[in-house]
Antibody, heavy 125, light 109 residues
Framework: QVQLVQSGAEVKKPGASVKVSCKASGYTFTSYGISWVRQAPGQGLEWMGWISAYNGNTNYAQKLQGRVTMTTDTSTSTAYMELRSLRSDDTAVYYC??????????????????WGQGTLVTVSS | QSVLTQPPSASGTPGQRVTISCSGSSSNIGSNTVNWYQQLPGTAPKLLIYSNNQRPSGVPDRFSGSKSGTSASLAISGLQSEDEADYYCAAWDDSLKGVFGGGTKLTVL
């Protein structure tokens, strides 16, 4: 069965960086992208971007360009999301999720279907 | 401000039918399919409806979706207490960027 297991909660100071991991199992890792979605306390879902596990191509949300980097390690079927220059409004639960479909050199808009359990990142001085 | 527009709240009594709307634009809902997610308190979102009106295995047929132009709707019939949750619509846009609605909190009275 498809599973996405994320790393544990983090507490960071403003200006620091955080790197969250997401280990995938139960499917062919390189056939899909991994999307990252965050949810601030009491707020809705915000799409952050995705990375193709096939070739490392990325597509980031405009508002996070320059602060976020998504990477993958195909040898361990693990995706990573690093966010830099953290601010208090980056406090949120960060989710990884499977999608889009990225078999071959292109990615296709399939539904984001399986989600990780979420990682709480708290930014506080 | 979310790219897709949903009502912040909805409610109904057990057994009733409720609908939740989702409005977008030609660059997202107008040109791509809509997916719906259910989020129970303290849990990750769960795919409820995909490709406008398809239900993943295990989702009761009380849940249905539709799309017309740049808008979509989620309908829940035979409302049950366990349906109390937050519901989000989502789509890809023409640049394959994800867009979400702001979410609708469903209360079962």
């Amino acid at each position: 069965q498809v599973q996405l297991v994320q790393s544990g909660a983090e507490v960071k100071k403003p200006g620091a960086s955080v790197k969250v991991s997401c280990k995938a199992s139960g499917y062919t890792f390189t056939s899909y992208g991994i999307s990252w979605v965050r949810q601030a306390p009491g707020q809705g879902l915000e799409w952050m971007g995705w990375i193709s596990a096939y070739n490392g191509n990325t597509n980031y949300a405009q508002k996070l360009q320059g602060r976020v980097t998504m990477t993958t390690d195909t040898s361990t079927s693990t995706a990573y999301m690093e966010l830099r220059s953290l601010r208090s409004d980056d406090t949120a639960v960060y989710y990884c999720a499977r999608g889009p479909n990225c078999s071959g050199g292109s990615c296709y808009p399939i539904p984001i279907d399986y989600w990780g359990q979420g990682t709480l990142v708290t930014v506080s001085s | 401000q979310s790219v897709l527009t949903q009502p912040p709240s909805a409610s109904g009594t057990p057994g009733q039918r409720v609908t939740i709307s989702c409005s977008g634009s030609s660059s997202n809902i107008g040109s791509n399919t809509v997916n719906w997610y259910q989020q129970l308190p303290g849990t990750a979102p769960k795919l409820l409806i995909y490709s406008n009106n398809q239900r993943p295995s295990g989702v009761p047929d009380r849940f249905s979706g539709s799309k017309s132009g740049t808008s979509a709707s989620l309908a829940i019939s035979g409302l049950q207490s366990e349906d109390e949750a937050d519901y989000y619509c989502a789509a890809w846009d023409d640049s394959l960027k994800g867009v979400f609605g702001g979410g609708t909190k469903l209360t079962v009275l």
